[in-house]
């Protein structure tokens, strides 16, 4: 083609010409309506029915509160705070613990009902900055549900 001997260009190709679809039938809309209310109406109908018609959705599942367990984000932020970031979930609330390294038992930090926070140090951890650990727990009804979030370290920024 590119090396071979010259000629003239081949004729295009002529298509047929192809009609477009009409419209829909008018009120197809309405009559699937009367349709489906006809069929959930009449006897032996029951929600199994319509769910494997595509009639109902199927009812959802909730998440079983035992097995909840937040994902945390956490940013030293200057002047003793903390930006405290969880997904909240079901929960009412959601439970901040701290630990300092070398230390034993966790301390409570703050209790939050929002996504996001700003939460002020305790003043003990002012003085220098200090490495910390921090985990989080979902609350509902006052109780601690689930499990503990997985620990982050962050070092505080007084």
């Known amino acids: 083609?590119?090396?071979?001997?010259?000629?003239?260009?081949p004729e295009a190709p002529s298509?047929?010409?192809?009609?477009?679809?009409?419209?829909?039938?008018?009120?197809i809309i309405a009559r699937q309506k009367a349709f489906k209310a006809r069929v959930m109406l009449s006897p032996g109908y029951t929600s199994q029915i319509g769910e494997v018609l595509g009639m109902e959705s199927p009812a959802p599942v909730p998440p079983d509160p035992m097995t909840m367990t937040p994902t945390i984000n956490v940013t030293p932020e200057v002047d003793g705070k903390m930006f405290l970031h969880c997904s909240r979930s079901t929960a009412d609330a959601v439970r901040w613990e701290y630990l300092i390294p070398n230390t034993t038992g966790w301390s409570f930090l703050a209790d939050t009902t929002r996504a996001k926070n700003v939460v002020q140090l305790p003043s003990s951890l002012m003085a220098q900055p200090e490495r910390v650990v921090i985990r989080a727990r979902f609350i509902k009804n006052n109780l601690p549900i689930g499990e503990y979030s997985q620990n982050m370290t962050v070092v505080t920024n007084p």
């Open 1 to 9: 083609m590119f090396l071979g001997a010259q000629a003239p260009m």
């Open 15 to 27: 298509f047929t010409s192809v009609s477009m679809p009409g419209p829909g039938a008018a009120g």
